[in-house]
């Protein structure tokens, strides 16, 4: 579990092929220095489970799924990646809940730098619109936003808004995100408990035959 509250920003320095996955060396002193085996650490927004690390790296496994799903499977050496440590028991909830299961991936749209804010306009997978709204949470990279502007329900190309302040445009990738960039998205949980208890509650009593 994660909080959406980015610690470090981390480089992936090592991609080698392990099966139809991948295994990532992600550069990140911070988390690498107390990292110890089977962890779970959010690389942009994916939960990943330790498997190796040095004084300031730390390998992970990817399975395919996971790249064909997220947008760590178009990163290369060099990439940089968002970095949160699981948040442990007792924590201050700074963000929201974060669990590091992408539900889809949004293209930058836009991006409106103003003096001290900027905005990004992000498309949104047509499932995954009904899941977001204005002044709710959502995970873009692994980081904990607030929904600044949503589309309308009719619109065929959904899309939503997030003003990042001067912190998140430092202390993020997000800051150096550019029209066409690929970002991991995960929608707020109590938004799917929501969904699927409205689609029972939908279906016939008994269920589908």
Known sequence: MFTGIIEEMGEITAIAPAGDGWRLTVRAPRAAADAVHGESIAVSG?????????????DTDVMKQTLDVAAIGSATVGTRVNIEKAMPVGARLGGHIVQGHVDGVG??????????????????????????VDKGSISVDGTSLTVSAVSEPADPSPWFEVSLIPETLAATTLGSRAVGDRVNLETDILARHVERLLAFRAAPEGGSR
């Open 46 to 58: 994916v939960c990943l489970t330790v498997v190796g690390s040095t004084a300031d790296t730390f």
């Open 107 to 132: 293209d930058v749209l836009e991006v409106r730098p103003g003096a001290q804010w900027s905005v990004l306009r992000i498309s949104l997978p047509t499932d995954l619109a009904p899941l977001v």
